[in-house]
């Protein structure tokens, strides 16, 4: 077979693939608007019982990775504070999507000195001791991180870039549907977790974590201009070398008026909650 016939063979398949892809794409209304108005429907590729079923096994890859290391969860007193945040964050996900108190969460604390967390898709949520330790965070700070972070969770932006993902690297068949087996499932359950773990998300994705994350963490009784503070130690770690996860976020300055803008805006949902002023 000649280069040329080759080149055009592999041409039409891209098309193909292309096209299918199109066909397959659903346009969702993840999460409901909330007091907060995030209301962007989301492309998706992928189905959430595929991605969902990816992320419980690469998140239970890295659970693993981290008890075998004797990091996981090794302080109780720790551990029970992060899951009691958790658990009262939880307790509000039913505002923007009734089946989410129902999901099957998990939480854990893994000894690092990074400072990060993440939730993977269908509630699998790591924070990490260095985020604790070193920013000296409050209760209100910390469930104002572990909201962003759920919120990520809710809005499925995992799922989202995972179908993204999934198509540039070629892992959707012809019937459109993403192989739940062997190496291709095994692939997608590497791309939730580099795309949950390793890689930036969006400027988009970030500012709607940030207002769905005020929101629940003042529906759980925690006072939601805590993330103003909470962002504000974040951007001063490490010089000029922020924590990977913040590289894509919006500008401090940006970001701070936003947060004190939605923060003031769920105020009365932090005080129906029992909070104080």
């Not at 098309?15 to 907060?36: F, I, K, R």
């Not at 992320?55 to 239970?60: C, D, I, K, N, V």
């Not at 962003?148 to 540039?168: C, K, N």
């Not at 580099?194 to 529906?219: F, M």
């Amino acid at each position: 077979m000649s280069k040329q016939s080759l080149t055009l063979r592999c041409a039409r398949a891209l098309l193909l693939l292309g096209t299918v892809a199109l066909a397959s794409c659903q346009t969702v209304q993840t999460t409901q608007p909330g007091t907060v108005g995030v209301d962007r429907r989301q492309a998706m590729l992928l189905s959430a019982d595929q991605v969902n079923r990816s992320a419980s096994l690469a998140y239970q890859q890295e659970i693993r990775k981290a008890a075998g290391k004797g990091a996981l969860n090794r302080n109780p007193a720790q551990v029970a504070r992060v899951r009691a945040i958790a658990q009262r964050l939880i307790g509000a996900t039913g505002a923007f999507r009734p089946d989410a108190p129902r999901w099957a969460w998990e939480v854990n604390v893994i000894t690092s000195n990074e400072v990060n967390a993440w939730a993977m898709p269908g509630g699998k949520v790591a924070v990490y001791t260095g985020l604790i330790d070193q920013l000296r965070l409050t209760d209100d700070e910390l469930a104002a991180v572990m909201g962003h972070e759920m919120a990520h969770a809710l809005r499925e932006h995992g799922r989202e870039r995972a179908s993204q993902a999934a198509v540039q690297q070629g892992l959707l068949s012809l019937g459109g549907a993403l192989l739940g087996l062997g190496d291709a499932g095994m692939q997608l359950a590497g791309i939730v977790a580099d795309v949950t773990i390793n890689l930036p998300n969006s400027r988009e994705d970030e500012r709607e974590a940030d207002r769905i994350g005020v929101e629940l963490a003042a529906r759980a009784g925690y006072d939601p201009r805590a993330a103003v503070t909470l962002w504000q130690k974040m951007a001063q770690t490490g010089g000029g070398s922020p924590p990977q996860f913040l590289s894509t976020h919006p500008a401090p300055e940006n970001r701070t008026r936003d947060l004190q803008d939605y923060s003031a805006r769920v105020m009365p949902l932090y005080r129906q909650a029992g909070g104080k002023q």
